[in-house]
C-alpha cells in the first residue's frame, strides 16, 4: 500500500480552509505567519515561496521579511522581537539554514514559544516530552497524521526510529512512544542498524543519507516512512528525488511505504499551517 502524503495533505487542507474562515469570522482577521528569510539560498528562497503559497490557499495572511546575507545576529533579533509583539502575527518562522557566521538556536530560542509553528523552541519541545504539546515539529507531526489516516496500529508495536536529530528523529521517537509504541531510535554510531530495523513493525527512516536502507532492512509486512529526500543526478544529466530507502526493492515485500516525492513532504508545510491555525487560535 502507498501512504499518499499528498492525498492526506489535500484533505487536511480542506479542513483547515474551513476553519480559517471560522477565525476570521469570530475574530475579524485572518491568522497571521512572519516568514524571515536571510540571505539568497535559492533552495530556503523555494521553501519560502511554496509555505507563502500554502498560506494562501488555506486563508493564512504570510508577510515576508527578507534580510541581506549580512544581515547581522542583531538585526534579525530585532526583527523577531517585532513580530513577537505584532498582535496580527500568530507564527514566527526563521527559514533554515542561515548564511555562514549566524548562529541560528540563539534566534529560534528568541521566538515566543506561542508563536512558534516550528515547534523548535525548547519549551515547545519540553512540552512534547511531559505529554503537553503545543506546537508539534512539522515532519514528525505530519508522519503520524499519515498513519492516523491510513488507520495503521501503533499500540504495542515496536517502532524503529533512524536519526535522532532535534527537528525529525527525536520528537518522530516521543509521538510514537506517546502513542503506546515501544520505540528504538538509531544513529549514526549504531552497530549493525539492519538488525535494528529488522525489528520494527513501523520503521520511519530519517538519516539524511540517499537509498540508505533496501529490503534487507525491514521484516516482511513492515510499515515504512522515508523522511529522506534527495536530489540525485542521473548519467543522461538529468535528475530524480529519491529517499532514504531503496523503494524499488520493497514492492510486495513491506506492508506499506510513504514514496518520494508524495509522501512526507507534502505533509511537512501543511502541519506548519495546521500549527500556525492551532496557535492563532490559541491567541483568541
Ligand atoms: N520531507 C520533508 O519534509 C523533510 C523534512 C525534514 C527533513 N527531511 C529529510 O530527512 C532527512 C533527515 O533530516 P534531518 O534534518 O533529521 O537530518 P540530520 O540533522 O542530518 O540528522 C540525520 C540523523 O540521521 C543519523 N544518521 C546519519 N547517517 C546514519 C546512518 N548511516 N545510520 C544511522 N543513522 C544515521 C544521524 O546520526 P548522528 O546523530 O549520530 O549524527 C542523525 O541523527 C534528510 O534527508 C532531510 O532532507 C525531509
Not at 29 to 57: F, H, M, T, W
Not at 115 to 133: A, E, H, I, S, Y
Not at 180 to 209: F, M, P, Q
Amino acid at each position: 500500500m502507498i501512504l499518499d502524503g499528498k492525498l492526506v495533505a489535500k484533505v487536511r487542507r480542506d479542513q483547515l480552509a474551513q476553519r480559517c474562515e471560522a477565525f476570521k469570522k469570530k475574530s475579524g482577521r485572518r491568522p497571521g505567519l512572519a516568514v524571515i528569510l536571510v540571505g539568497e539560498d535559492p533552495a530556503s528562497q523555494v521553501y519560502v515561496r511554496n509555505k507563502i503559497a500554502a498560506c494562501n490557499e488555506v486563508g493564512i495572511s504570510s508577510v515576508e521579511r527578507r534580510l541581506s546575507a549580512s544581515a547581522t545576529q542583531e538585526k534579525i533579533a530585532d526583527e523577531i522581537r517585532a513580530l513577537n509583539e505584532d498582535k496580527n502575527i500568530d507564527g514566527i518562522l526563521l527559514q533554515l539554514p542561515l548564511p555562514k557566521g549566524l548562529k541560528a538556536e540563539p534566534l529560534t530560542e528568541m521566538i515566543r514559544p506561542d508563536k512558534d509553528p516550528d515547534g523548535l523552541t525548547m519549551d515547545n519541545l519540553g512540552r512534547l516530552f511531559v505529554g503537553r504539546p503545543r506546537a508539534i515539529s512539522c515532519t514528525p507531526f505530519g508522519v503520524m497524521k499519515i498513519l492516523e489516516h491510513y488507520q495503521i496500529p501503533l499500540e504495542g508495536r515496536h517502532a524503529v526510529v533512524v536519526g535522532r536529530s532535534q527537528i525529525v528523529g527525536k520528537p518522530m521517537a516521543q509521538l510514537l512512544l506517546a502513542a503506546n509504541c515501544t520505540v528504538t531510535i538509531c544513529h549514526s554510531k549504531s552497530h549493525d542498524l539492519e538488525s535494528l530495523t529488522l525489528l520494527g513493525d513501523i520503521v520511519v527512516v530519517a538519516a539524511g543519507r540517499p537509498e540508505l536502507l533496501g529490503k534487507s532492512a525491514f521484516k516482511k509486512d513492515a510499515v515504512v516512512i522515508d523522511v529522506g529526500i534527495h536530489r540525485l543526478s542521473k548519467d543522461d544529466g538529468t535528475t530524480k528525488l529519491v529517499g532514504d530507502v531503496r523503494a524499488q526493492e520493497l514492492d510486495g515485500w513491506v506492508k506499506a511505504i510513504t514514496p518520494v516525492p508524495g509522501g512526507v513532504g507534502p505533509m511537512t508545510i501543511t502541519m506548519l499551517l495546521e500549527n500556525t491555525l492551532n496557535l492563532a487560535e490559541a491567541h483568541l
